[in-house]
């Protein structure tokens, strides 16, 4: 990785694209010959980033590799030519050849980058596996990894086919926060390693919790073995399982802020064991391994199904309180464990950075490594540390150079260890140093080129694996491999050490002094036994009151257990699974129930059993005190706190709680019975609220009472046409038009003016316009008015509001118990019985409220029911509605139409009456004379025309002249005729 524009790798020069950004390469490195090739990512844009934070080869193939890391903006990912643009993880198949990509797979992600990783990839067959974390949903092409749990950092594991980088599975972890550090494959197992935080750990969100933790703050390590078919954990009988955890037993006592407190950062196997390294920081438990320091150590540990089989832990020499070239706390001490190794002879190689000089082993079986740091400077050194096969430190060495170094790989093959890093400080880069070693199993290596073994004594062999057996206690005869024991030590191997006593002259067996007993006399009588300790018998020594043991050690009773005499008989167990305040006790008095414990019965012969409900803080035989809502103490157990009345028990043991009898049920008694003792309330009754302890308190619900109205042990029934809005025994409040019927709570009546219907819902309803019903029942309808009569409105209670509609009235003007009918040329636009308002241009009907009659000069038109005028010609003299209009007489006209007498009769234009003297006369047409106006005057002789004597509508023709019928005019005398 890099951060300049440029990077000089062996002699190739590489461009990242933008100084101050972050880019990466990879080459071809040989240890002999130096880097063949390089290739770089690149950057378009300040800020971007392309990080390669791992690379794996694959076991069967040699012309490619596989890398993965992180990118953030717009960058070359592939190295040659493959460009991606966003936040997320990258894995790429590398081609040595080409110096390119053969593809390149992402994850897209919408959290912080800076909290983002692709920690470890691993090859097996056909499948890539990369691991890491991030803060958020990692979205590859073919797949999504959801954030799980709530939490705010998920590690991750993910399967990608070799061929074209398909994702085949996927896998997030469950917990506040977690990582996968390390990946190693064996056979069909894939081991993971890393840390989590928070109260649990799952895997995949799909099984039960793996690890419950009690301090969610305190930072944890894990193992787990997995398939790698389906990414599915390995069940606990399955070849290959592992599954163990490294657990911090109290926060983190100095804070580091930026230091994981257990931490599990790689992983390595042969197939029959599993080794992890790692480090922690404050108190920790390895399961039967825990350390109570508040100092940082670095750790090798190999794993098993069953937890850690043995865990080598480094020995700081300085505290933080006294070392003074620890500038800053976060980076005190040892950190970054970042690799281990495997050799075919199962020795382990082990690389971290260190600050401050340390030991390997507490034993201090290695050599003291120390870094180059004055008291005022920090510095950080890579180390080298080899162990046995059995966990012991074999060898140790650090890389001393200007700069600081921090080692990311450890390989070892052919008795020859790889260890390659970066350097920062006063030079930045990377380096690569090589060793061969020789491997004394039982001795140690020269110094330089040409290093051999040096065998400890009773050893020989190139690799000292040849032991004459003297166990180090004597010198072993090159020729003959046979022991010269140093004194104090016997047996044909030296195997015996006298440390008490001497040699027996069989040469085979030690003779002990007087304070000393056992075999090889190695047992000094303990501190806590009595009497003087005889040679070599062991039951001389006896152990005191409150404690056992063989004479020899002595230990406390442990808590549960005591002893009340002397000897070196064993504990005895308290009774009724009692417990003890403290180790060491004398006395079965000293039995007593644990914390949150007490009797089950009222006595000290009763067991003790888990307080229930209730906590107790001491180690005595008083009761527990009640700790959840409705409970009191058990009268019968001191450690059961009960339901009281109204509630019951739910859950059990630490979950129990007491919850409320259900609405509509009840319990009169303090115990930790189920719901079924929640007896029902009889007579379909309620309550009011849960947690009801009586029967008496039980009544009707909203909407119902009591069927009978003088007892509250009848039934309670649902109101009927009436409410009720809480549970009580009061009477249902009827609805509006009804009430309570006499004798009942429950069941209201209609109303007068108002009849019942079974809905739903039942209800009353108003007598509609027309009908009535005067009496308050429910079996009643309504009754239609007599006469064709009607109301004024719904809801009539009385036959006698009903009275004639509208446009109607009572046919008998004096009876208003007479039919009702629709008014004849009148109007009435209310009820009632008053009379029809005539019609403009009508007239009333003498003794009669519905009819008007027409005027003389009008008919009435039964068709449209109406008074029309008599047309022109016609006439009517009297007032009624039967009579019709009569033409006028004499062949006489009217001057208009509602002509109201005969004498509107007159004569037509041009016409008049034929006797001059009588208007009763016929109207004949004028001769040789005209009348341009109606009426019975005489008609006008035309010029030259006289009248003629006593008629009104003829004149004469002049002297000389005739009338001449045919053409209607005179005319002259032919010649020779005249007229006198």
């Known amino acids: 990785m890099a951060t300049d524009s440029t990077q000089q790798v062996g002699s190739t020069t590489l461009n990242g694209g933008f100084a101050g950004n972050y880019w990466s390469w990879v080459g071809l490195h040989d240890s002999s010959s130096g880097f063949f090739w390089a290739a770089g990512t690149t950057t378009s844009a300040l800020d971007d980033l392309v990080m390669i934070t791992a690379t794996c080869a694959d076991p069967a193939s040699s012309s490619v590799f596989y890398a993965a890391g992180v990118y ?14 966003g936040n997320g993880i990258f894995v790429m198949k590398f081609s040595r050849s080409s110096t390119s990509a ?41 797949i999504t990894l959801p954030m799980t749990c709530g939490a705010t950092s998920s590690g991750y594991i993910v399967s990608l086919n ?27 197992t894939l081991y993971a390693v890393g840390f989590f935080r928070g109260n649990f750990f799952d895997y995949d969100s799909t099984s039960t919790v793996l690890q419950s933790v009690t301090d969610i703050t305190c930072d944890n390590g894990f193992v787990l073995s997995i398939d790698t078919i389906s990414g599915a954990l390995l069940p606990t009988l399955s070849p290959g399982y592992v599954r163990a955890f490294a657990q911090q037993t109290t926060a983190d006592p100095l804070d580091f802020t930026t230091d994981y407190a257990v931490d599990v950062r790689d992983v390595t ?66 950190f970054f464990p970042q690799s281990v190794a495997l050799d075919a002879d199962g020795f382990i190689y082990h690389t971290f950075a260190f600050a401050v000089p340390f030991y390997p082993d507490t034993s201090h079986t290695c050599q003291r490594l120390h870094t180059r740091a004055s008291s005022s400077s920090e510095d950080h050194d890579a180390a080298l540390v080899v162990y046995r096969p059995t966990g012991g430190c074999y060898i140790a060495s650090s890389l001393d150079a200007d700069s600081q170094q921090m080692p990311v790989f450890v390989g ?36 330089g080129t040409s290093a051999k073994c040096l065998c400890n004594a009773g050893y020989t062999g190139a690799r000292c694996n040849t032991a004459c057996s003297c166990n180090g206690h004597g010198t072993c005869n090159p020729s003959t491999y046979a022991c010269a024991c140093d004194r104090g030590y016997c047996g044909a191997h030296c195997e015996l050490h006298c440390a008490g006593g001497v040699c027996a002259p069989d040469g085979v067996s030690c003779l002990c002094d007087s304070t000393h007993m056992g ?92 307080c229930l409900m209730s906590a107790k803080t001491t180690v005595d035989d008083g009761p527990c005190t009640c700790t959840v809502s409705h409970t009191a103490n058990s009268a019968t157990s001191r450690a059961q706190c009960e339901c009281v009345a109204g509630y019951y028990v739910v859950g059990s043991s630490s979950t129990a709680s007491c919850s409320g009898c259900p609405i509509g049920k009840y319990k009169s008694s303090q115990g930790n019975t189920d719901e079924t003792s929640c007896a029902a309330c009889p007579y379909s009754a309620t309550t009011a609220d849960v947690g009801t302890v009586s029967e008496g308190d039980c009544a009707c619900g909203v909407n119902a009472s009591r069927a009978s109205a003088t007892t509250n042990s009848s039934n309670c029934v649902s109101c009927v046409m009436g409410f009720k809005g809480a549970v009580g025994n009061d009477a249902c409040t009827c609805a509006a038009n009804t009430s309570l019927e006499t004798d009942s709570k429950v069941v209201c009546e209609c109303a007068a003016g108002y009849y019942y219907t079974a809905g739903p819902p039942q209800h009353c309803v108003a007598c509609p316009a027309g009908k009535y019903k005067p009496y308050v029942n429910d079996s009643e309808s309504c009754t239609t008015c007599p006469y064709a009569a009607t109301t004024a409105g719904e809801g009539t209670t009385r036959v006698e509001d009903c009275a004639c509609g509208l446009n109607m009235s009572r046919s008998d003007a004096a009876n208003n118990a007479s039919q009702c009918l629709l008014c004849v040329l009148s109007t009435k636009s209310s009820v009632g019985n008053q009379a029809c308002t005539c019609l403009p241009g ?36 009297s007032i009624g509605n039967s009579a019709s209009c009569l033409p006028c007489p004499y062949n006489a006209t009217t001057a208009g139409t509602g002509t109201a007498s005969v004498n509107g ?75 006198p």
């Open 102 to 142: 053969v593809w390149v797979k992402t994850a897209n992600t919408a959290g912080d980058i800076s909290v983002t990783y692709a920690s470890k990839c691993v090859v097996l067959g056909t499948s890539v596996y990369v691991g890491g974390s991030s803060d958020s949903d990692l979205v590859f092409p073919d």
């Open 842 to 877: 009508v007239t009333p009907k003498a003794g009669s409220k519905i009819e008007c009659e027409c005027y003389a000069g009008a008919y009435y038109n039964a068709t449209g029911k109406r008074c029309e005028a008599c047309p022109t010609g016609q006439y009517k003299s």
């Open 72 to 85: 953030q903006g717009t960058g070359n990912i592939g190295l040659a030519g493959t460009t991606k643009t």
């Open 519 to 610: 075999v090889q006399c190695e047992i000094t009588c303990d501190s806590n036994s009595v009497h003087g300790c005889l040679a070599s018998t062991f039951d001389e020594c006896l152990c005191k009151s409150g404690y056992t043991g063989n004479g020899a050690t002595c230990s406390m009773c442990s808590l549960s257990y005591y002893k009340s005499t002397i000897g070196n008989s064993d504990c005895t167990q308290c009774q009724y699974y009692a417990t003890t305040a403290t180790e060491g006790a004398i006395s079965s008095t000293a039995c007593m129930c644990g914390v949150n414990m007490s009797r089950s019965g009222l006595t000290t012969t009763t067991d003790c059993v888990a």
């Open 269 to 334: 196997t042969d197939g029959t064991a599993v080794y992890v390294v790692g480090h922690f920081q404050g108190p920790v438990s390895f399961g039967t391994f825990s350390s109570t320091s508040t100092q940082t150590f670095v750790y090798i540990a190999q794993a098993s199904a069953t937890g850690f089989k043995w865990v080598n832990a480094t020995d700081l020499e300085k505290t933080i309180t006294t070392y003074a070239a620890w500038p800053t706390v976060d980076n005190a001490g040892m």
């Open 412 to 447: 070892a093959m052919n008795n020859t260890v790889h260890v390659a890093g970066f350097l920062y400080g006063t030079n930045w880069g990377c380096f690569y140093a090589k060793a061969t070693m020789c491997k004394c199993e039982q001795g140690y290596c020269t110094a």
């Open 162 to 188: 070799t061929g074209d980088g398909t994702v085949t599975w996927g896998k997030r972890l469950c917990a506040q926060i977690s990582m996968v550090h390390g990946l190693v494959t064996y056979g069909s």
């Open 905 to 979: 009769c007159v004569c037509g234009l041009n016409s008049s009456r034929a006797d001059s003297y009588s208007n009763a006369s016929m109207c004949v047409p004028c001769v040789l004379s005209t009348k341009i106006q109606l009426g019975n005057d005489a008609c006008t002789c035309l010029p030259g025309k006289t009248p003629k004597p006593y008629s009104k509508v003829e004149c004469q023709c002049a002297a000389g002249s005739y009338y001449d019928v045919p053409n209607k005019q005179c005319a002259d005398f032919p010649v020779g005729q005249y007229k």
